[in-house]
């Protein structure tokens, strides 16, 4: 359960991470800025294998009406992939990949959204900044830094995930309860200083809780990513805006799953995220719009 005086305490111990500065992001090529306030980054899958069926797409015009729709309901940027980080769905090869993602980037840059990738490949991130995308959703340790040097040439940014394994399929275990946010600031230490010592300038800090893939639908899993959500305000003393994935529960939601991202986004803000990667972008704006109306 969580509780008043359960979060009390955990600011109250973390009483400077949570007021933390951290760095405000501006993309000269899209003229965009990103200061801290939570923003809505919304999802779109180009895979089937997806679990989350209302996010996936089927062609190009379904991924611009899509994309169109998420916009005017309030997210500033479109996350896409070609391949779900689901424990059984199909391995993409990079080649079919890049085909997969080009042309609905091409297509949405040209729309004037602004447009992440999700991937754990350099071939594919390079691919598609070279395409026109501001963001590369990184679900994999890569040590390339020609990737990162990449990412700052075209001015553009970088979600640094947190993963247990390689990439977010690896399979490896999460850490424990206990363990979890000191190995997560561990990982992000030592990856900051490759990527940013590449000239990367823009970039966000995902604790990457949505990965706990070897934990089924369940109380284990409900608790452990909630627990890391209250706590993600803690990655702020590294300097940088954190971004967050709603997670969504069956177990719990049953046939009202769509709506549990609302539940998750409430808790997101009261941990100043500073980007919500959400599948449901009208059912979370309002939450963030409180939040701004009353800041």
């Known amino acids: 359960m969580i509780t008043a005086d359960q979060l009390i305490e955990l600011w109250s111990k973390h009483r400077n991470d949570i007021t933390a500065k951290v760095r405000t992001l501006h993309f000269p090529r899209q003229d965009r800025t990103f200061d801290d306030a939570p923003y809505q980054l919304g999802v779109m899958n180009l895979s089937r294998d997806s679990s989350y069926r209302e996010s996936i797409v089927h062609d190009l015009d379904a991924a611009l009406y899509r994309a169109r729709r998420m916009t005017i309901e309030g997210a500033v940027m479109v996350d896409i992939g070609a391949e779900s980080t689901g424990a059984n769905a199909d391995v993409i090869d990079i080649a079919r990949q890049i085909d997969t993602l080009l042309p609905v980037v091409r297509a949405l840059v040209d729309d004037k959204i602004m447009v992440s990738v999700e991937t754990y490949h350099t071939e594919v991130a390079v691919a598609a900044l070279e395409a026109g995308t501001a963001v590369i959703n990184l679900t994999g340790r890569i040590d390339d830094v020609g990737l990162y ?94 971004c967050v994935t709603m997670a969504s529960s069956v177990y719990l939601f049953r046939d009202e799953a769509r709506v549990a991202e609302t539940a998750m986004a409430v808790l997101a803000v009261q941990a100043r995220a500073g980007l919500i990667r959400s599948h449901e972008v009208a059912r979370v704006q309002p939450v963030l719009d409180m939040v701004n109306m009353c800041s």
């Open 149 to 242: 040097e990449s990412i700052a040439a075209h001015e553009a940014g970088l979600i640094l995930c947190y993963t247990p394994g390689t990439t977010a399929r690896s399979g490896d275990d999460v850490p424990t309860a206990d363990r979890m946010v000191d190995e997560q600031i561990d990982f992000f230490r030592e990856r900051l200083d490759l990527v940013c010592g590449a000239g990367v300038e823009r970039l966000w800090i995902d604790p990457g809780f949505g990965f706990a893939l070897n934990l089924p639908d369940g109380p284990e899993r409900v608790r452990y990513q909630t627990d890391n959500l209250v706590q993600s305000f803690r990655f702020r003393s590294l300097g940088w805006p954190t």
